[in-house]
């Protein structure tokens, strides 16, 4: 399957070239920046340096478009725009600073508030998924992305996480186990966007986070519907949290 769009050339170079900063850094991990952006909440100085260089890459390709990314914030940023970028320059932060290579670059089109592209480069498999909605997905532009056909959610497997500012409540812990408990097994790997891959290549059939920041998800959202499953976020505050389920579209949560 092959997928012409200029927009994905765009984002698949600017990919590769901040995929080559985060190779070099992670083979020097021990000298690695680390900073404490709030509790729980980590930043590296590799993330700074990619999220500039997509910045630049995308910005001079598409000088017109809205910008939100996750550290930089809004740029040119307009809720109305035509289209938007959405950028985590390296899902999976605290992966990375601790040597563990689950984690990857993430970039996301959205047109009108939905999603339309997404990329994503895994660092651990040195993989390029790239999803186009209502065309189709592919890894490395030859193998077809796609969606499990499992609709069993007693041999389903769930990705999840807890993301920085989720609620430890008691009676939202409980809720979250409820809806949980169904499944065969439960995945926790600290990458949204590379679960979400996951689920858009067949490997799990369900990803649910609950107060995930957008960043954190648009391109894998992209990728699992452009892979033939089915995607389901709702905005929970204004800090740009959402609830978010993604699935093969045959098993729900």
């Not at 999220?51 to 000088?63: H, M, T, V």
Request: glycine share 8%; aromatic share 8%.
């Amino acid at each position: 399957m092959k997928l012409n769009s200029a927009n994905i050339n765009i984002m698949v170079k600017a990919c590769r070239k901040a995929s080559k900063v985060l190779i070099r850094d992670f083979g020097e991990i021990e000298n690695l920046q680390v900073s404490v952006k709030g509790p729980g909440d980590f930043v590296t100085v590799s993330d700074k340096k990619v999220e500039k260089i997509l910045i630049e890459e995308l910005q001079k390709a598409r000088p017109d478009y809205s910008f939100l990314s996750e550290e930089a914030g809004e740029i040119n940023f307009d809720s109305d725009s035509e289209y938007t970028w959405l950028i985590d320059p390296l899902d999976g932060t605290m992966n990375f600073a601790r040597g563990f290579p689950v984690c990857c670059v993430s970039i996301a089109l959205w047109m009108h508030a939905a999603p339309a592209l997404g990329v994503i480069y895994d660092l651990n498999t040195c993989h390029m998924h790239v999803g186009v909605v209502g065309k189709g997905a592919t890894t490395d532009g030859k193998e077809p992305m796609q969606v499990s056909d499992v609709d069993n959610p007693g041999q389903a497997v769930l990705a999840t996480g807890f993301p920085t500012g989720r609620s430890y409540e008691p009676n939202d812990l409980a809720e979250f186990i409820a809806k949980v408990r169904r499944f065969k097994k439960i995945r926790m790997i600290g990458s949204a966007a590379v679960s979400l891959a996951n689920v858009a290549s067949g490997v799990w059939e369900v990803y649910h986070e609950e107060n995930v920041f957008l960043w954190d998800v648009a391109a894998g959202l992209a990728l699992v519907e452009a892979a033939g499953g089915k995607v389901v976020y709702s905005k929970l505050s204004s800090e740009g949290t959402f609830n978010v389920t993604a699935s093969n579209g045959r098993v729900t949560l």
